[in-house]
């Protein structure tokens, strides 16, 4: 196999029908420290990985999302294109893209410099 642009996780979106039991959950039973408290979702630090725990329905779009960095993301869009997964139209720019993996779940991909 090729070599591999690298990518590191930044941040990922979980859904919940009840945002208090599962900020409950990734808080205190894990030990996630909050970085962030809306009325509709909450952000907490995992690792220098950001989660963010979603209220089931106030997206237009209830799914997962993964969010990584490159450093080469003109690099990488090309070389996720040539394996079979092109970037989305309607979400990509010079700094992001998004593609679907094989279940349909998103994976964005941003600019490694945004942060």
Same mark, same amino acid.
């Given at each position: 196999?090729?070599?591999?642009?690298? /990518?590191? %996780?930044?941040?990922?979106?979980?859904?919940?029908?009840?945002?208090?039991?599962?900020? =409950?959950?990734?808080?205190?039973?894990? #030990?996630?420290? %909050?970085?962030?408290?809306?009325?509709?979702?909450?952000? %907490?630090?995992?690792?220098?990985?950001? *989660?963010?725990? $979603?209220?089931? #329905?106030?997206? =237009? +779009?209830?799914?997962?999302? *993964?969010?990584?960095?490159?450093? $080469?993301?003109?690099?990488?869009? +090309?070389?996720?294109?040539?394996? #079979?997964?092109?970037?989305?139209? #309607?979400?990509? =720019?010079?700094?992001?893209?998004?593609?679907?993996?094989?279940?349909?779940?998103? /994976? /964005?991909?941003?600019?490694?410099?945004?942060?």
């Amino acid at each position: 196999m090729a070599d591999h642009i690298p /990518v590191s %996780l930044r941040f990922a979106t979980v859904r919940t029908r009840d945002l208090a039991k599962a900020r =409950s959950f990734y808080e205190e039973a894990l #030990g996630l420290r %909050l970085t962030r408290e809306e009325q509709e979702y909450v952000q %907490l630090d995992a690792g220098g990985t950001q *989660l963010c725990v $979603d209220l089931a #329905g106030h997206e =237009s +779009e209830d799914e997962p999302m *993964l969010i990584f960095e490159a450093t $080469d993301l003109p690099g990488l869009r +090309e070389q996720l294109t040539q394996r #079979g997964y092109p970037a989305m139209s #309607g979400f990509q =720019s010079n700094r992001a893209f998004m593609v679907r993996d094989p279940d349909g779940v998103p /994976v /964005v991909f941003e600019a490694a410099d945004e942060f």
